[in-house]
């Protein structure tokens, strides 16, 4: 209430309150403003559906990151947001921030399975930031440019392919137990750190137990998904950190892109096309801006960092040849004298270049075979493993026996014998084990 | 289980965590070439057209001078683009190879389970997926047929011209030490890869430029 007009001050364009599916994550050195709770929390109240929701309006820029540090805690590190309504994200990104002050969890390895979850990826200093900009990158959508720019100075590395692998792991590694026990966790410590907080306190951890009863299931559903999105063309990041929301709006709009600012677009040439088209509508790339682009493309996970770095590559890419043009007609007069000199060069440059072509497709085409070949072997290897643990399912005894038979069949069709056999039964023994 | 301890599971994450950190620059990395290659792959058929329109014998100021030029400049530089872009692949596959020797060099020290899954994983992030940039390779291969005087049948058998320049030399090297990798090694096994014999080795051999740093 008192923050209110702090509040607006700060955030001169207007906070909106029904987007709730803003929820970048952004750290600004902001002081700390309790956010007027009541107008955020019918919102919380519907963040997980909501977040869902894509192609919300855009933020605001500079969204705040966490919860007023009510608890002296974590005071200075965090600046209200306005955004803050949005996000069950949020309050998993303060919990992170606020771990490092709990001895316990930092304690804990960053890429346990609980990477995919934000908050366990813990450990203070990179880890931090690293999680914050991997929530950040969760909350996709359109967000404004201004969220980035406080991440860049953060190491933004890390956690987020993390979690894919964890999750992966998950089953042949005792992680995740540990995971999942960590959800209870923090809650306990949201718990603690936000008592000073009333109005807070019921909000969020009712949020935070959403969260936390979300994340145990949706570790799974994050593993599969992961491996969709890492496909996506278009998406080029890897798994959210965030389990809950981002899983389930990974399911229901598997192409859009989870990230603001600094995760990575993959450009494709169509999306490239739609670029140049929507450049040349805007009259050239020097007089096209990055916003107006951007809204022409009317691509969903399209953030306006993206469409910047975009433009600047391209435009750099016309200039160059450009002015070499410039420079060439220049130097015409001297080609002229050097004319006949020219011819020979000539010829032997153009069949160099040959050579080089072909020393080139040559590797290219090694390149290709080689892909496709390990590609076979992993795929042969997963189904090996895959009748494997089918056998030893079936019967532990008994499976060890019939499975080296199968594995030697398969093997010698595969053509390997005893090399893949032993390191199957040495892989079974160590998971037995 | 072998993963009971809490030690085994922090060092196995700690170990992962380092992976997963080299893969992200694998895959900013490769991200930001692949997206210099596209807007490349583009605009590089309008400077061709450009060219032709101007200097072109139909074009706007015709020079035979001019053209040649231009397009001596424009086969040098498709060349090269198509070398960097297999290069790209490269270093792709280069990666995967290193990722998966240190997978496996880590489960057969520690007895995890780690290859199999995680390379899976691998085999999905973008910068193992280089079906785009295969096929960039194949169209500028096309671009390039195009812009290229028809072969003649006469080559140059005497000389060869050593590759002094960046992308054709990394070319080279990169052939050679594919073959190298693929030798044959002290752990076959179903995953290894089979020998490379490259059916030209001794010409692309001698097109390496010998090391400046002698090697006992």
Known sequence: METRPALSIQRPGGRQLDNCGASGALRSSLPVLPTPQEEKYPNFSHSQQVFVE???????????????????????????????????????????????????????????????????????????????????????????????????????????????????NSGGVGVPPEDL???????????????????????????????????????????????????????????????????????????????????????????????????????????????????????????????KS????????????????????????????????DLKTGIEITEALRLQMEVQKRLHEQLEIQRNLQLRIEEQGRYLQMMFEKQSGMNVLKGSSSTNENSGVEADNVGTGFGENSQMVGEKKITRG | ??????????????????????????????????????????????????????????????????????MAKIRKEIVNFHGEMVLLMNYSNVNYTGLAKILKKYDKRTGGVLRLPVIQKVLEQPFFTTDLISKLVKECETTIESVFPPLRKKRNGGKMAVPGEGIFKNTVAALL????????????????????????????????????????
């Not at chain 1, 690293?130 to 956690?159: E, V």
């Not at chain 1, 070499?324 to 015409?332: L, W």
Request: aromatic residues 8%; negative net charge; charged residues 20%.
């Open chain 2, 1 to 70: 289980m072998v993963n009971g301890s809490l030690d085994y599971g922090k060092a196995e994450a700690e170990f992962m965590y380092l992976l997963n950190n080299e893969i992200d620059k694998f895959n900013a990395f490769f991200m930001e070439q692949e997206e210099d290659f596209v807007i490349r792959h583009k605009e590089l058929p309008q400077r061709i057209q450009k060219v032709i329109d101007k200097w072109g014998p139909n074009g706007t100021q015709p020079s035979e001078m001019e053209y040649k030029e231009e």
């Open chain 1, 54 to 168: 894509r192609g919300l309006k855009q933020r605001l820029p500079a969204v705040i990151s966490s919860l007023p540090s009510n608890s002296g805690v974590v005071g200075h590190m965090f600046s209200s947001s306005s955004g803050f309504c949005n996000d069950l994200h949020f309050s998993s990104v303060q919990q992170q921030e606020k771990y490092p002050n709990q001895p316990p969890f930092i304690s804990q390895s960053p890429n346990t399975g609980s990477s995919v979850l934000v908050p366990h990826s813990v450990d203070s200093g990179v880890l931090q930031s690293t999680a914050s900009s991997q929530y950040n990158k969760d909350n996709n959508d359109l967000w404004c440019t201004n969220t980035i720019p406080d991440f860049l100075d953060f190491p933004i590395n890390t956690a987020i392919p993390n979690s894919q692998f964890d999750c992966s």
């Open chain 1, 310 to 341: 975009h433009l600047q590559k391209y435009r750099t890419a016309r200039y160059k040849p450009e002015t070499t043009e410039e420079s060439s007609e220049r130097k015409t007069t001297s080609i002229e004298e050097l004319s006949s000199l």
């Open chain 1, 181 to 307: 026990s960590k959800p209870n966790d923090w809650q306990d410590w949201a718990d603690q750190l936000i008592t000073d907080n009333d109005a807070l306190t019921s909000d969020w951890n009712e949020l935070l137990a959403d969260a936390n009863v979300a994340d145990p299931e949706l570790l799974c559903q994050s593993s599969k998904q992961s491996t969709s999105i890492s496909m996506q063309p278009h998406i080029s990041q890897q798994l959210p950190a965030t389990p809950g929301e981002t899983c389930n709006a990974d399911v229901q709009s598997p192409p859009t892109n989870f990230a603001p600012g600094k995760q990575r677009m993959r450009w494709t040439p169509e999306l490239h096309e739609a670029f140049v088209e929507a450049v040349n509508k805007l009259g050239g790339s020097e007089r096209a801006t990055p916003k107006g682009v951007l809204k022409l493309m009317k691509v969903e996970s399209l953030t306006i960092y993206h469409v």
């Open chain 2, 177 to 216: 030490t594919m073959q190298e990798i693929r030798r044959g090694s002290s752990t076959y096994s179903h995953f290894s890869l089979p020998p490379l014999n490259l059916p030209d080795f001794d010409v692309i051999q001698s097109l390496q430029v010998p090391s400046p740093i002698p090697i006992p």
